[in-house]
DNA sequence: AACTACTCCTGGAGGC
DNA sequence: TGCCTCCAGGAGTAGT
């Protein structure tokens, strides 16, 4: 569930409260957990200053001091807490367990003792979070070997790029085309259904189906739904439901719940396994169906 | 090369 | 209450 907007507000949260902290310990309990290309084990982070906190794409990139650092990617329900005793600190990721939750938790699985006696957490229901350590001169080499594409907020992330992918890939669905990492990093299935809802397209439109205004359109909402989600509060779905009364997330996880814009029943369908819901008035179908994959 | 299906994992929800 | 089944979702990998 952390996309870009969780990730990166949870980044701005802890680089308050880290920077500067010293790593006395670490621990993952769960050896799945560790990937670890270059051999250098958990413990190489112990010892170590926190100097900077970055991040690419979904992946937070603790860079620590000796030339060292630890990528930490959520995946669908990492959940990281910095803790002084029960107070919080920082927290940001999955919002299960509910973030003011006693820790550790039955899915914590990873623990930093810090050199003021603070704790990072690491908790996880569905253990599919990974830590890695890495020499800091071989982050970038990392993250190349992931072909990610653009950031939505960089430089290259121009219309004229996104007209480019979309021709390159003129066949798949909106919908897939938009949680591919290799075009556009940061959207995953929450965001992407926003975007698609607040350009008014529909989610099984054709990727080289879509006209230059339309194109402009895609462009614009996908840098304003993740700006907003960073700026006003992230989507924060516990089960993929809106909570009762809430207005926001604005399509994703209200299927079957009137419309905000025009009152039409919001559908859910699968694209390609995934969960999608979209507005059948305001996103009007295509005239053909694409493949979903 | 491009695309698709499968896999990892477990807690919560809903049915009976 | 308790058992059972289904579902959620990022991304790596294997297969088409």
């Not at 680089?15 to 310990?25: A, D, K, S, V």
């Not at 938790?105 to 006696?117: N, V």
Request: aromatic share 6%.
């Amino acid at each position: 569930m952390p996309e870009l907007p969780e990730v990166e507000t949870l980044r701005l949260d802890l680089c308050r409260t880290l920077i500067g902290r010293r790593i006395l310990h670490a621990d993952l309990t769960k050896p799945r957990m560790l990937v670890d290309p270059y051999g250098l084990g958990l413990l190489s982070v112990e010892g170590r200053t926190i100097e900077r906190l970055r991040r690419r794409a979904k992946m937070l990139v603790f860079d620590l001091s000796g030339g060292l650092s630890m990528v930490v990617h959520l995946k669908l329900a990492g959940q990281l807490s910095h803790r002084k005793g029960d107070h919080v600190l920082a927290k940001g990721g999955h919002p299960v367990p509910p973030f003011d939750a006693p820790l550790p938790h039955k899915s914590t699985h990873g623990r930093f003792d810090l050199d003021d006696g603070s704790v990072l957490w690491l908790t996880d229901i569905r253990q599919f979070g990974r830590v890695t350590v890495v020499p800091t001169d071989l982050v970038d080499d990392l993250m190349a070997e992931k072909k990610l594409g653009v950031e939505p907020f960089g430089p290259e992330f121009t219309v004229d790029y996104l007209a480019q992918r979309l021709r390159r890939h003129k066949a798949l669905a909106l919908k897939t085309f938009l949680l591919d990492q290799s075009g556009i990093v940061g959207l995953g299935n929450i965001y992407a259904d926003e975007a698609l809802f607040e350009a008014k397209l529909h989610p099984l439109r054709p990727a080289g189906s879509l006209t230059a205004g339309e194109i402009a359109r895609l462009h614009r909402s996908v840098v304003d739904v993740l700006r907003y989600a960073i700026e006003n509060g992230v989507a924060d779905l516990p089960y993929a439901r809106v909570r009762p009364g809430a207005d926001y997330p604005r399509a994703h996880g209200r299927a079957d719940m009137p419309c905000l814009t025009c009152g039409t029943t919001i559908e859910r369908i699968k694209v390609g396994a995934r969960s999608t819901d979209f507005c059948p008035s305001c996103q009007p179908a295509p005239a053909r169906p694409p493949r979903t994959g």
